[in-house]
């Protein structure tokens, strides 16, 4: 099956640890991008990947971090510095991230909740 | 940057009926404009989309209409059904960036 698969599905963190989403998609995509979604608002950017080794910061790159060594995976780091790290995050691939039409496939999220 | 805002927050309508959600976007670069329906616990799954050279699409249930002059468009869901619940949400993108709205709780009564 092609797709985006994000791991694990819920994630427990003590504040002040840093931990690391997974995020891997099969669906030959060029463009990946992660977003953070909180109760009652929208999909907010964190960063994005247009291309292997390169990427950008979104809207709240505050707090996190990406690296895209592979095509296939984009994991995100969430550090001590996220002042609010308690959410849920969507992995999100399209075919190339600069195309006028951009449609984009999301992944089924992981929920991250720190004590 | 582009700035997307979408109305209701909720909407509860009975089984049967039409269910319409609305959006307006500021940047007139903006070009294309996809619909989300995000199940609880699951990521968004694409359910319509539409580019600004049309100003209308529809696909069985679902259509979108496009404004560009005015920079809205909005999402028309006819002959609800319960598994239409779920919160919907309107994007608008220039160049690849998408921008969200806020999302429709979407409640569909049997």
């Known amino acids: 099956d092609g797709g985006i698969t994000q791991s694990p599905k819920y994630l427990f963190r003590k504040e002040g640890q840093n931990v690391t989403l997974s995020c891997e998609q099969n669906l030959n995509h060029d463009a990946m991008y992660w977003y953070r979604q909180d109760p009652g608002q929208g999909l907010r950017l964190i960063y994005y990947s247009q291309i292997v080794n390169d990427f950008q910061k979104g809207d709240i790159a505050e707090g996190y971090s990406v690296s895209r060594e592979k095509k296939e995976s984009f994991p995100l780091t969430v550090t001590s510095a996220q002042k609010n790290p308690t959410a849920f995050y969507l992995c999100?691939?399209?075919?190339?991230?600069?195309?006028?039409?951009?449609?984009?496939?999301f992944g089924p999220g992981t929920r991250l909740t720190v004590l | 940057g582009e700035n997307v805002e979408q109305h209701p927050s909720t909407l509860s309508v009975q089984e049967g009926d039409s269910a319409v959600i609305k959006c307006t976007y500021s940047d007139s670069a903006s070009n294309y404009f996809p619909w989300y329906k995000q199940e609880l616990g699951k990521g968004p799954q694409l359910i319509i989309d539409?580019?600004?050279?049309?100003g209308e699409k529809k696909d069985q249930r679902i259509a979108v209409t496009l404004n560009k002059t005015a920079k809205h468009f909005s999402l028309h869901i006819t002959e609800t059904h319960p598994e239409d619940s779920a919160v919907y949400f309107c994007a608008a993108s220039s160049w690849g960036k998408l921008q969200f709205g806020a999302g429709t709780q979407v409640v569909v009564t049997p």
């Open positions: 999100a691939s399209s075919i190339d991230g600069g195309g006028t039409y951009n449609e984009q496939f």
């Open positions: 539409i580019r600004s050279n049309v």
